[in-house]
């Protein structure tokens, strides 16, 4: 699993228990890659024989659709892929399962998204895939909030077409939305705070939840002040537990 920084993933804990509970000759090593180095990562893993390929986190999800061969139908779509499987001949396939891995953990948790709206804070890559897969599972509205106003541009414009409403601002008020989401670093160890100010959370519905896809620390702020107002929470673990069988079956593990 490659990214930067990588300390906080957890995806390598999951598919190293994965593997020892079948007995299979396999590991998940955390690589903390730069951005220039990720060219000659990819190269390198195309003529490593023994390695099935590689989950990745930020900053390097966009970047990778251009360094593989061939891409699911959703990692075109949302131009961005976050897993990618090596085949023989050093051929590399991706896919994005960050939505589809989101919506399932939130699904665990009790939510469903059909006929629902929600805040979103970001509009990168995991934000842009959470929103995409909220379309396709029957979500009817969507409120953008980014410190870039080109990716939320971007990421409306991505949308049209698929049913959902989107607002492209922060809503002052909450009191219509069943899920607040952090999709943003806002609330990482190395970047404490959260993008929803507690005034904020606080005019959501009592039977709302809220959702970090931060996994470390997993107990962010905007969860320790969503709980604090009595709010259903799902932190990103959820997410990673979640995309973990479309993981696997994307590496053929």
């Known amino acids: ?12 804990y999951l598919f190293n228990a994965y593997f020892a509970s079948r007995g299979e000759d396999r590991i998940m090593v955390p690589l903390d890659v730069s ?4 060219a000659g990562f990819v190269d390198m893993v195309r003529d490593a024989t023994n390695c099935d390929g ?8 966009r970047a990778l659709l251009g360094l593989v061969d061939e891409a699911s139908e959703t990692a075109r779509a949302l131009e961005s892929v976050n897993v990618v499987r090596r085949d023989q001949g050093g051929r590399l396939s991706g896919d994005m399962a960050d939505g589809a891995g989101f919506w399932n953990g939130a699904a665990s948790a009790g939510f469903d998204p059909t006929g629902n709206r929600i805040v979103l804070a970001g509009t990168g890559a995991a934000g842009t895939a959470i929103a995409y897969e909220f379309a396709q599972r029957g979500g009817a509205h969507v409120a953008l909030w980014s410190r870039d106003e080109g990716e939320v541009e971007a990421l409306a414009a991505r949308l049209a077409g698929t049913g959902l409403t989107v607002q492209r601002e922060m809503p002052t008020s909450l009191e219509d939305y069943a899920m607040a ?12 705070g959260t993008p929803f100010p507690k005034e904020l959370l606080s005019t959501l519905p009592k039977d709302a ?18 709980a604090a107002l ?10 990673t537990l979640g995309q973990f069988r479309r993981l696997r079956d994307t590496l053929g593990v």
């Open 35 to 38: 951005t220039a180095a990720l």
């Open 181 to 192: 989401i952090n999709a943003t670093p806002v609330g990482m160890a190395n970047a404490p």
């Open 230 to 239: 009595g709010l259903r929470t799902v932190d990103g673990q959820a997410m």
């Open 1 to 12: 699993m490659i990214g930067t920084p990588i300390a906080q993933a957890r995806a390598p």
């Open 209 to 226: 939840y809220v959702a970090d896809a931060i996994t470390d620390p997993l107990e962010t702020q905007l969860l320790r002040d969503a």
């Open 54 to 61: 590689f989950v990745s986190t930020l900053p390097h999800k």
